[in-house]
Protein backbone atom coordinates (compact mmCIF):
# COMPACT_ATOMS: atom_id res chain seq x y z
CA UNK A 1 0.00 0.00 0.00
CA UNK A 2 1.47 3.08 -1.09
CA UNK A 3 2.01 5.56 1.68
CA UNK A 4 -0.63 8.06 2.18
CA UNK A 5 0.93 11.57 1.44
CA UNK A 6 -0.68 14.93 3.62
CA UNK A 7 -1.16 17.84 1.34
CA UNK A 8 1.51 20.64 2.24
CA UNK A 9 0.29 22.93 4.54
CA UNK A 10 0.69 26.83 3.96
CA UNK A 11 3.30 27.31 7.17
CA UNK A 12 1.86 30.18 9.41
CA UNK A 13 4.64 31.68 12.05
CA UNK A 14 3.33 31.45 15.92
CA UNK A 15 1.47 34.55 17.20
CA UNK A 16 4.70 36.96 18.55
CA UNK A 17 4.22 37.31 21.92
CA UNK A 18 5.03 41.05 22.39
CA UNK A 19 8.16 41.51 23.91
CA UNK A 20 8.73 43.13 27.68
CA UNK A 21 11.93 43.45 27.57
CA UNK A 22 13.67 46.86 27.83
CA UNK A 23 9.94 48.67 27.52
CA UNK A 24 7.99 48.77 30.96
CA UNK A 25 4.60 47.61 31.05
CA UNK A 26 1.94 50.01 30.50
CA UNK A 27 -0.10 50.81 33.65
CA UNK A 28 -2.93 51.91 31.03
CA UNK A 29 -3.51 48.44 29.78
CA UNK A 30 -2.88 46.32 33.03
CA UNK A 31 -5.59 45.12 34.99
CA UNK A 32 -4.47 44.60 38.49
CA UNK A 33 -7.89 43.17 39.27
CA UNK A 34 -7.40 40.44 37.09
CA UNK A 35 -8.04 36.51 38.20
CA UNK A 36 -5.35 35.26 39.23
CA UNK A 37 -4.01 32.13 37.02
CA UNK A 38 -1.48 30.29 38.80
CA UNK A 39 -0.01 27.06 36.77
CA UNK A 40 1.68 24.55 39.46
CA UNK A 41 3.38 22.89 36.12
CA UNK A 42 5.02 25.55 34.47
CA UNK A 43 6.34 28.33 36.63
CA UNK A 44 7.24 31.19 34.80
CA UNK A 45 10.87 32.07 34.08
CA UNK A 46 10.78 34.88 32.12
CA UNK A 47 13.78 37.12 33.20
CA UNK A 48 13.39 40.84 32.00
CA UNK A 49 16.21 43.57 32.44
CA UNK A 50 16.39 47.16 30.81
CA UNK A 51 17.81 50.57 31.79
CA UNK A 52 15.16 52.95 32.66
CA UNK A 53 15.88 56.78 32.22
CA UNK A 54 14.09 59.58 34.51
CA UNK A 55 13.75 62.74 33.24
CA UNK A 56 13.63 66.03 35.55
CA UNK A 57 10.30 66.12 36.20
CA UNK A 58 7.87 66.63 39.36
CA UNK A 59 5.63 63.77 38.30
CA UNK A 60 5.78 60.07 39.30
CA UNK A 61 5.76 57.28 37.17
CA UNK A 62 4.76 53.82 37.06
CA UNK A 63 7.96 51.78 36.54
CA UNK A 64 6.27 48.57 36.80
CA UNK A 65 3.26 46.90 36.97
CA UNK A 66 3.65 43.30 38.32
CA UNK A 67 1.51 41.62 35.71
CA UNK A 68 3.05 38.08 37.19
CA UNK A 69 2.03 35.93 40.19
CA UNK A 70 5.48 36.64 42.39
CA UNK A 71 7.96 38.52 41.23
CA UNK A 72 11.50 40.13 42.10
CA UNK A 73 12.49 43.82 41.05
CA UNK A 74 15.77 44.54 41.34
CA UNK A 75 16.76 48.40 40.78
CA UNK A 76 20.06 49.92 40.87
CA UNK A 77 21.01 53.24 40.13
CA UNK A 78 24.09 54.14 37.61
CA UNK A 79 24.20 57.72 38.09
CA UNK A 80 24.46 60.75 40.81
CA UNK A 81 20.62 60.17 41.62
CA UNK A 82 18.47 61.51 43.28
CA UNK A 83 15.59 58.93 42.42
CA UNK A 84 12.94 58.09 44.17
CA UNK A 85 11.19 54.89 44.37
CA UNK A 86 8.22 53.06 46.28
CA UNK A 87 4.76 51.97 45.95
CA UNK A 88 3.48 55.00 46.98
CA UNK A 89 1.81 56.90 44.32
CA UNK A 90 3.43 60.61 44.76
CA UNK A 91 7.01 60.22 45.82
CA UNK A 92 7.74 64.43 45.59
CA UNK A 93 9.73 66.14 46.83
CA UNK A 94 12.45 63.22 45.85
CA UNK A 95 14.82 64.72 48.41
CA UNK A 96 12.67 64.31 51.41
CA UNK A 97 10.57 61.43 49.56
CA UNK A 98 8.35 59.37 51.38
CA UNK A 99 9.40 56.31 49.32
CA UNK A 100 13.54 55.04 49.52
CA UNK A 101 16.38 56.96 47.61
CA UNK A 102 18.21 54.99 45.42
CA UNK A 103 21.83 55.22 46.80
CA UNK A 104 24.31 56.60 44.67
CA UNK A 105 26.69 54.04 45.08
CA UNK A 106 25.22 51.90 42.93
CA UNK A 107 24.32 49.31 45.41
CA UNK A 108 21.12 47.71 44.59
CA UNK A 109 17.65 47.26 45.99
CA UNK A 110 14.88 44.82 45.54
CA UNK A 111 11.29 44.51 46.07
CA UNK A 112 8.79 40.99 46.15
CA UNK A 113 5.77 41.75 44.81
CA UNK A 114 2.49 40.36 44.01
CA UNK A 115 0.33 40.38 41.06
CA UNK A 116 -1.20 44.06 40.36
CA UNK A 117 1.23 45.68 42.15
CA UNK A 118 3.15 48.75 40.95
CA UNK A 119 6.61 50.42 41.78
CA UNK A 120 6.53 53.94 41.35
CA UNK A 121 9.47 56.37 40.37
CA UNK A 122 10.63 59.98 40.47
CA UNK A 123 13.74 62.00 40.07
CA UNK A 124 14.53 65.87 39.48
CA UNK A 125 17.60 64.96 37.06
CA UNK A 126 18.38 62.32 34.52
CA UNK A 127 19.41 59.77 35.70
CA UNK A 128 19.92 55.82 34.69
CA UNK A 129 18.12 53.25 36.53
CA UNK A 130 18.95 49.33 35.55
CA UNK A 131 15.79 47.44 35.91
CA UNK A 132 15.86 43.21 36.44
CA UNK A 133 12.34 41.40 36.95
CA UNK A 134 12.78 38.23 38.19
CA UNK A 135 10.11 35.42 38.53
CA UNK A 136 9.63 33.37 41.80
CA UNK A 137 9.42 30.34 40.71
CA UNK A 138 9.27 28.13 43.91
CA UNK A 139 7.12 31.43 45.86
CA UNK A 140 4.62 30.79 42.45
CA UNK A 141 4.60 27.06 43.24
CA UNK A 142 4.33 27.06 46.49
CA UNK A 143 1.43 29.54 46.02
CA UNK A 144 -0.64 27.75 43.50
CA UNK A 145 -0.08 24.59 45.67
CA UNK A 146 -1.88 26.35 48.57
CA UNK A 147 -4.47 27.48 46.06
CA UNK A 148 -5.14 23.88 45.30
CA UNK A 149 -5.27 22.16 48.65
CA UNK A 150 -7.83 25.41 49.49
CA UNK A 151 -9.55 24.86 46.90
CA UNK A 152 -10.20 21.11 47.33
CA UNK A 153 -10.96 22.10 50.92
CA UNK A 154 -13.72 24.64 50.17
CA UNK A 155 -15.20 22.11 47.60
CA UNK A 156 -15.19 19.04 50.03
CA UNK A 157 -17.20 21.23 52.49
CA UNK A 158 -19.11 23.18 50.23
CA UNK A 159 -20.83 19.64 49.59
CA UNK A 160 -24.24 18.49 51.02
CA UNK B 1 33.32 79.87 26.64
CA UNK B 2 32.39 77.82 23.74
CA UNK B 3 28.65 77.50 22.53
CA UNK B 4 26.58 75.46 22.43
CA UNK B 5 27.53 75.10 26.31
CA UNK B 6 28.34 71.12 27.60
CA UNK B 7 25.59 69.50 28.49
CA UNK B 8 25.81 67.63 31.59
CA UNK B 9 23.12 65.52 30.31
CA UNK B 10 25.17 63.75 27.11
CA UNK B 11 27.13 61.64 29.51
CA UNK B 12 24.13 60.30 31.09
CA UNK B 13 22.41 59.65 27.68
CA UNK B 14 24.26 58.89 24.90
CA UNK B 15 27.69 57.33 26.75
CA UNK B 16 27.04 55.83 29.62
CA UNK B 17 29.65 57.69 31.57
CA UNK B 18 29.77 58.28 35.53
CA UNK B 19 31.44 61.66 35.07
CA UNK B 20 30.99 65.00 32.85
CA UNK B 21 33.65 66.32 32.19
CA UNK B 22 33.66 69.97 31.51
CA UNK B 23 36.66 70.89 29.22
CA UNK B 24 36.60 74.48 27.21
CA UNK B 25 39.01 77.35 26.48
CA UNK B 26 37.53 80.26 28.53
CA UNK B 27 37.35 83.71 27.07
CA UNK B 28 37.00 85.73 30.09
CA UNK B 29 36.94 85.70 33.69
CA UNK B 30 33.16 85.67 33.57
CA UNK B 31 32.38 82.42 31.87
CA UNK B 32 30.36 80.24 33.90
CA UNK B 33 28.58 76.98 33.40
CA UNK B 34 25.65 74.68 34.57
CA UNK B 35 25.42 71.32 35.50
CA UNK B 36 22.32 69.42 36.10
CA UNK B 37 23.51 66.30 37.31
CA UNK B 38 24.01 65.27 40.84
CA UNK B 39 28.08 65.12 41.78
CA UNK B 40 29.42 63.38 43.97
CA UNK B 41 33.00 64.40 43.57
CA UNK B 42 34.18 67.47 41.80
CA UNK B 43 37.56 67.75 41.25
CA UNK B 44 39.65 69.95 38.63
CA UNK B 45 40.62 68.09 35.13
CA UNK B 46 44.17 66.66 33.89
CA UNK B 47 44.04 68.94 31.60
CA UNK B 48 43.16 72.53 33.19
CA UNK B 49 45.50 75.37 32.97
CA UNK B 50 43.07 77.14 35.35
CA UNK B 51 44.20 76.13 39.22
CA UNK B 52 41.46 77.22 41.26
CA UNK B 53 37.60 76.64 40.53
CA UNK B 54 34.31 77.50 42.76
CA UNK B 55 31.72 75.24 42.80
CA UNK B 56 28.12 76.62 43.50
CA UNK B 57 24.93 74.70 44.54
CA UNK B 58 21.56 75.27 46.20
CA UNK B 59 21.62 75.73 49.65
CA UNK B 60 18.80 75.69 51.53
CA UNK B 61 20.27 76.97 54.98
CA UNK B 62 22.23 79.79 53.43
CA UNK B 63 19.72 82.24 52.77
CA UNK B 64 18.87 84.75 51.43
CA UNK B 65 20.76 84.12 48.45
CA UNK B 66 20.34 79.82 49.40
CA UNK B 67 23.49 79.48 47.33
CA UNK B 68 26.59 77.88 48.64
CA UNK B 69 29.82 77.66 47.15
CA UNK B 70 33.44 75.45 47.59
CA UNK B 71 36.10 76.42 46.18
CA UNK B 72 38.70 73.66 44.64
CA UNK B 73 41.64 73.58 43.58
CA UNK B 74 44.56 71.59 42.01
CA UNK B 75 45.42 70.10 45.14
CA UNK B 76 41.69 69.57 46.70
CA UNK B 77 38.10 68.40 45.25
CA UNK B 78 34.84 68.39 46.81
CA UNK B 79 33.21 65.31 47.96
CA UNK B 80 29.55 64.94 48.36
CA UNK B 81 26.33 64.70 46.94
CA UNK B 82 25.37 68.07 45.81
CA UNK B 83 22.16 67.79 44.11
CA UNK B 84 20.65 69.79 41.04
CA UNK B 85 17.97 71.55 41.72
CA UNK B 86 16.51 71.30 37.87
CA UNK B 87 12.39 71.20 38.84
CA UNK B 88 10.23 72.85 41.25
CA UNK B 89 11.57 74.10 44.09
CA UNK B 90 14.70 74.85 45.28
CA UNK B 91 15.41 78.67 43.34
CA UNK B 92 18.49 80.67 43.68
CA UNK B 93 17.48 83.87 45.15
CA UNK B 94 16.75 87.01 44.25
CA UNK B 95 16.95 86.03 40.65
CA UNK B 96 14.43 83.30 40.70
CA UNK B 97 16.43 80.76 38.36
CA UNK B 98 16.44 76.85 39.36
CA UNK B 99 19.31 76.16 41.66
CA UNK B 100 21.32 74.15 39.29
CA UNK B 101 25.48 73.52 40.15
CA UNK B 102 27.45 76.05 38.86
CA UNK B 103 31.13 75.90 38.28
CA UNK B 104 33.39 78.71 37.11
CA UNK B 105 37.18 79.88 37.33
CA UNK B 106 37.95 81.77 40.38
CA UNK B 107 41.76 82.38 38.70
CA UNK B 108 41.59 85.56 36.70
CA UNK B 109 42.33 85.79 32.92
CA UNK B 110 42.29 89.08 31.19
CA UNK B 111 42.08 88.68 27.68
CA UNK B 112 42.81 92.44 26.86
CA UNK B 113 46.02 91.80 28.41
CA UNK B 114 48.85 93.89 26.88
CA UNK B 115 53.03 93.79 28.20
CA UNK B 116 54.04 96.86 29.41
CA UNK B 117 55.76 98.93 26.52
CA UNK B 118 53.52 96.65 23.78
CA UNK B 119 52.97 99.37 20.92
CA UNK B 120 51.98 99.99 17.30
CA UNK B 121 53.78 96.96 15.09
CA UNK B 122 53.94 94.46 18.01
CA UNK B 123 51.91 91.34 17.96
CA UNK B 124 51.06 89.12 20.95
CA UNK B 125 49.75 85.68 21.19
CA UNK B 126 47.52 83.91 23.99
CA UNK B 127 46.89 80.35 24.65
CA UNK B 128 43.88 81.31 26.31
CA UNK B 129 43.51 79.05 29.65
CA UNK B 130 41.46 75.57 29.34
CA UNK B 131 38.93 74.88 31.91
CA UNK B 132 38.67 71.48 32.69
CA UNK B 133 36.33 70.47 35.45
CA UNK B 134 35.12 66.70 36.16
CA UNK B 135 31.84 65.74 37.92
CA UNK B 136 31.67 62.48 38.87
CA UNK B 137 28.42 61.14 39.06
CA UNK B 138 29.72 58.29 42.37
CA UNK B 139 32.71 58.41 44.24
CA UNK B 140 35.75 57.75 42.46
CA UNK B 141 38.11 54.94 43.46
CA UNK B 142 40.83 57.09 44.36
CA UNK B 143 40.71 60.94 45.01
CA UNK B 144 43.92 62.36 43.14
CA UNK B 145 42.99 65.56 41.83
CA UNK B 146 46.36 66.55 40.48
CA UNK B 147 46.97 68.13 36.96
CA UNK B 148 49.14 67.04 34.42
CA UNK B 149 52.23 68.73 33.86
CA UNK B 150 51.94 71.33 30.88
CA UNK B 151 54.51 71.53 28.10
CA UNK B 152 55.22 73.96 25.39
CA UNK B 153 57.68 73.31 22.67
CA UNK B 154 57.86 76.00 19.53
CA UNK B 155 60.41 75.53 16.88
CA UNK B 156 59.84 78.33 15.06
CA UNK B 157 59.38 82.14 16.53
CA UNK B 158 56.21 84.59 15.53
CA UNK B 159 56.35 86.09 12.04
CA UNK B 160 55.87 89.35 13.00
CA UNK B 161 58.80 91.88 12.79
CA UNK B 162 58.19 93.87 15.92
CA UNK B 163 58.08 92.90 19.53
CA UNK B 164 56.65 89.40 19.55
CA UNK B 165 54.87 88.08 22.67
CA UNK B 166 53.54 84.85 23.56
CA UNK B 167 51.24 84.46 27.05
CA UNK B 168 50.87 81.24 28.54
CA UNK B 169 48.86 80.22 31.42
CA UNK B 170 50.84 78.80 34.34
CA UNK B 171 47.97 79.32 36.91
CA UNK B 172 49.31 77.28 40.58
CA UNK B 173 52.43 76.09 38.37
CA UNK B 174 55.03 76.12 41.76
CA UNK B 175 57.96 74.63 38.91
CA UNK B 176 58.77 75.86 35.79
CA UNK B 177 61.80 75.46 33.36
CA UNK B 178 62.58 78.02 30.66
CA UNK B 179 64.50 76.74 27.94
CA UNK B 180 65.50 79.11 25.10
CA UNK B 181 68.53 78.79 22.07
CA UNK B 182 68.38 81.10 19.25
CA UNK B 183 69.10 78.44 15.93
CA UNK B 184 68.55 81.30 13.55
CA UNK B 185 71.65 83.19 12.02
CA UNK B 186 70.59 86.76 13.25
CA UNK B 187 70.50 88.11 16.81
CA UNK B 188 67.62 87.47 18.11
CA UNK B 189 66.01 89.06 21.51
CA UNK B 190 63.96 86.82 24.07
CA UNK B 191 62.63 87.98 27.56
CA UNK B 192 60.10 86.41 30.28
CA UNK B 193 58.05 88.25 32.36
CA UNK B 194 56.00 86.51 35.54
CA UNK B 195 52.23 88.08 35.22
CA UNK B 196 49.53 88.19 37.76
CA UNK B 197 46.08 90.03 36.37
CA UNK B 198 43.99 92.11 37.81
CA UNK B 199 40.45 93.12 37.08
CA UNK B 200 40.53 96.09 35.76
CA UNK B 201 37.56 98.31 36.63
CA UNK B 202 38.13 100.50 33.60
CA UNK B 203 39.60 103.91 32.53
CA UNK B 204 41.18 105.85 33.23
CA UNK B 205 44.29 103.67 33.60
CA UNK B 206 45.42 105.47 36.04
CA UNK B 207 42.61 105.24 38.22
CA UNK B 208 42.17 101.48 37.56
CA UNK B 209 44.03 98.27 39.01
CA UNK B 210 46.96 97.09 36.19
CA UNK B 211 48.35 93.60 36.03
CA UNK B 212 51.37 93.01 37.85
CA UNK B 213 54.30 92.07 35.69
CA UNK B 214 57.68 90.39 37.22
CA UNK B 215 60.72 89.90 35.14
CA UNK B 216 62.06 86.56 35.11
CA UNK B 217 64.33 86.70 32.54
CA UNK B 218 65.68 89.85 31.19
CA UNK B 219 65.83 90.97 28.19
CA UNK B 220 68.63 89.87 25.97
CA UNK B 221 69.78 89.29 22.59
CA UNK B 222 71.61 86.28 21.70
CA UNK B 223 73.45 85.38 18.47
CA UNK B 224 72.99 81.99 16.74
CA UNK B 225 73.95 78.93 18.92
CA UNK B 226 73.21 80.74 22.22
CA UNK B 227 70.94 80.66 24.64
CA UNK B 228 69.22 80.90 28.19
CA UNK B 229 68.04 78.65 30.79
CA UNK B 230 66.07 78.98 34.12
CA UNK B 231 64.22 76.77 36.88
CA UNK B 232 61.23 79.13 37.95
CA UNK B 233 60.49 77.68 41.45
CA UNK B 234 57.82 78.83 43.98
CA UNK B 235 60.28 80.87 46.16
CA UNK B 236 60.35 83.42 42.91
CA UNK B 237 56.73 83.43 43.24
CA UNK B 238 53.60 82.11 41.56
CA UNK B 239 52.04 83.36 38.66
CA UNK B 240 48.91 83.53 36.33
CA UNK B 241 50.84 83.49 32.98
CA UNK B 242 54.10 83.67 31.76
CA UNK B 243 54.82 86.62 28.97
CA UNK B 244 57.09 85.73 26.26
CA UNK B 245 58.97 88.15 24.29
CA UNK B 246 60.83 86.74 21.16
CA UNK B 247 62.13 89.59 18.78
CA UNK B 248 63.88 89.18 15.77
CA UNK B 249 64.89 91.64 12.77
CA UNK B 250 63.61 88.52 10.65
CA UNK B 251 60.35 86.86 10.79
CA UNK B 252 59.55 83.31 12.14
CA UNK B 253 62.99 82.84 13.04
CA UNK B 254 64.46 79.50 13.90
CA UNK B 255 64.28 78.87 17.43
CA UNK B 256 64.27 75.96 20.17
CA UNK B 257 62.04 76.91 23.13
CA UNK B 258 60.74 74.36 25.82
CA UNK B 259 58.16 75.73 28.51
CA UNK B 260 57.72 73.20 30.96
CA UNK B 261 55.23 73.98 33.97
CA UNK B 262 54.14 71.29 36.91
CA UNK B 263 52.34 71.51 40.18
CA UNK B 264 54.96 70.01 41.75
CA UNK B 265 58.63 70.78 42.83
CA UNK B 266 61.80 69.05 41.22
Do not use: H
Amino acid sequence: MPPTMKPLQPFRMPPKAPSKIGVPPDPSTTNPGQATSISLNQPDTLVQSFTYVTTASVETQVLYTADRPWVQVTLALETGGPVAVGVQSTLQPVSNSPGILLPNSGEPRTFWIAKGNKIYISSTSVNRVTVVISPLPWLQQLTALLTAVFQTVQALLSKP
Amino acid sequence: MGYPQPNSNNPVLQQSLDFFRLKTIIASSGDMYETEQTSQFVAIGPDSDIARANVAYYDPNNGPSFLSTAEISNRRGMNGSLYSQNVGGGLYQPSGRQGRTLLYPVDIWDPNYLPTGFSGGDTIFRYNPIFDIIQYFRQPPSFETARSDRLYTLQTGPAGRGNNWLIFPCYGRSWMMIQFTNQWVDPTTFEVRGVNFTIETGSPALLSPQDQETSLIASASYNQGLGVSKVINSSVGEFDALAVNITTTVGAPIIALKILMSDYGR
